[in-house]
């Protein structure tokens, strides 16, 4: 399922005509949620910090480079916000896995 979840967001950030919802901030929203769901799920079945490190850098960098092609297509818009967007939805979906129980059993 996480890889799943990951693929589409890959396919999110470069069809050039993603579902939108409007309202104020919506997309930095989705952004935030879309990668603290990916880390979430990630630091649920791995709980080695070193793991969910290497993890948490990996989806930083796919956000960073999903950004930078999308302003190289010419179909959609590269955004420093949308990174930082991603980068806290990275840090908060480690945070919360650190805070709350862990909902998968252990390996």
Do not use: C
Not at 32 to 59: H, P
Not at 78 to 99: E, P, T
Request: hydrophobic letters at 55%; charged letters at 10%.
């Amino acid at each position: 399922m996480g890889w799943g979840w990951a693929a589409a967001i890959v396919w999110l950030s470069l069809t050039p005509s993603p579902p939108r919802v409007d309202f104020t901030a919506s997309d930095k929203l989705g952004h935030l949620l879309a990668y603290g769901l990916l880390m979430f799920w990630f630091s649920q079945i791995y709980v080695s910090q070193k793991t969910r490190i290497f993890y948490g850098i990996g989806f930083l960098a796919m956000g960073v480079g999903l950004e930078v092609l999308q302003g190289m297509s010419g179909l959609r818009e590269y955004d420093v916000m949308d990174m930082l967007a991603n980068a806290a939805g990275v840090a908060a979906g480690w945070l919360a896995a650190r805070l709350l129980p862990r909902l998968l059993p252990p390996p």
